[in-house]
């Protein structure tokens, strides 16, 4: 599932391609794609020759405004990505235009949603799993949204004064409060395994727990790993790909995520092992990584 690096890339790479173009239509390979009132035929009418005016992202989701009252809300889900190419329609399928990964890339072939562009390029949903989805939103409700509105703040954006009161009162295992996003938003698994190792704090200390340095840490480990992984344009392990169809470089620095039984990068002596947190993986240097 792409986190806050994977989205904050697409809308940096959107905003160069797309800001400034109008729609000329929308194709859908199902309805359900288009979880709309009046479908697509609705959609099709109000985004046709509206001009893009601003694309931005609120923790992992993004935001297309266009021209009149409303806007995109896209929900990338588990697989979704947005890509920007051009395609043509063949024996029912949208194929790539030109080689490359666009084509190659079995992560791109999904194609569920595409928006024609007046510039003969298009924008699509391409989604394997077929969670995602892109609804019409009014732009004075966006921020009122059910996903939206109780979020926590945005990691890369909070300062330290800020981080540190929302600490107080909080509780839980260290791991599942940083991929809470009603706690800090944007922060799921790949990310969370990072920032810990980084930290030298064990998944499972429980946050009450935490002394003011560890706090410090936390904040700083934070940011550094989440501007770095925007630099290198994401990750890639899963589903995530850019707008231009190719991957991250950000799974070639991981040191925890998916990283069981290799040796620590610290060279503690420490093997990266794997527990169950909620349902979820935790990946962690049992050495160098403390429980608290
Ligand atoms: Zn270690």
Redesign the pocket.
Known sequence: MPELPEVETTVRDLKKKIVGLRFKDVWADRPKSVRQAGGIKNLNQIVKNKKILKVWRRAKFIVIDIEGPNSLFVHQKISGHLLYGRWKFEKGRWLSIGNGPMKSDPKNQHIRILFNLNNGFQLVLADLRRFGKIVLANDDIIDKLPEIKNLGPEPLEISYADFKKLFPGKKGRLKQVLMDPYFIAGIGNIYSDEIL?FAGLHPMSRVENLEKENIKKLYKHMQKVLVKAVELKGSSMDDYRTISGRKGNFQNYQHAYHKTGEP???????I?ARLKIGGRSAHF?????KIK
């Open positions: 190792w620590c990068d610290k060279k503690d002596g420490g990266i240097c049992p050495i160098h990584q």
